[in-house]
């Protein structure tokens, strides 16, 4: 079962589509608007009612790990272990893709990885992206060499997506790779 949705799910075209408009709205309002951002505002925004948002999330914070999860099934459907590793200077694809896909949605992702819910997000980000980032690693590294890795590089992503840092996918991912490589 996806994250943020519960079981009372019915998969009706209607509950479908209002659960792709909820988390649309929320993508859209968050972007915009900031992390604030109230169950009755998606609601209005998504032209469902609140009780709709409650009976498919039960909460905010599940509205926006369902769109942080929708953002990253878009652009990252699958995972292939053995193309994330890189050997030279170069970033690996995986990389370029990762920084290019936050770049483009910064304001949503600066909002949700900085705001309220910020560690369900890292999280989430944290379960996705783990086994690619072993298969850089070597996954004969334990579970917390990992997990320590995976929260700098969303330290090293939320601090590219905040500040002036850089703004171009190429440098945010240089970025990455240089620390992946030194601790590798």
């Not at 272990?81 to 483009?104: F, K, V, W």
């Not at 330290?155 to 970025?175: F, H, K, M, R, S």
Request: glycine share 8%; charged share 25%; hydrophobic share 40%.
């Amino acid at each position: 079962m996806p994250t943020g949705q519960t079981s009372v799910h019915s998969e009706d075209k209607r509950a479908r589509r209002s659960r792709e408009a909820i988390v649309g709205a929320t993508i859209r309002l968050v972007s915009r608007a900031g992390s604030e951002v109230s169950v009755a505002e998606i609601a209005h925004e998504a032209g469902v009612s609140r009780r709709a948002v409650y009976l498919n999330y039960e909460t905010r914070d599940n509205v926006l790990l369902a769109s942080v999860a929708h953002l990253l099934r878009s652009a990252f459907p699958e995972h292939d272990i053995s193309a994330a590793r890189g050997d030279g200077d170069e970033p690996p694809e995986l990389l370029r893709d990762l920084a290019g896909h936050l770049l483009a949605h910064r304001d949503f992702y600066a909002t949700v990885l900085t705001g309220p819910s910020a560690h369900h997000v890292q999280r989430h980000v944290l379960d996705t992206f783990a086994p690619d980032v072993a298969g850089i690693m070597g996954t004969d590294r334990p579970d917390h060499d990992i997990h320590f890795v995976m929260y700098g590089i969303i330290g090293l992503c939320t601090e590219a997506l905040t500040t002036a840092g850089p703004t171009d996918a190429e440098a945010v991912a240089a970025t990455i790779w240089c620390t992946l490589r030194r601790i590798r």
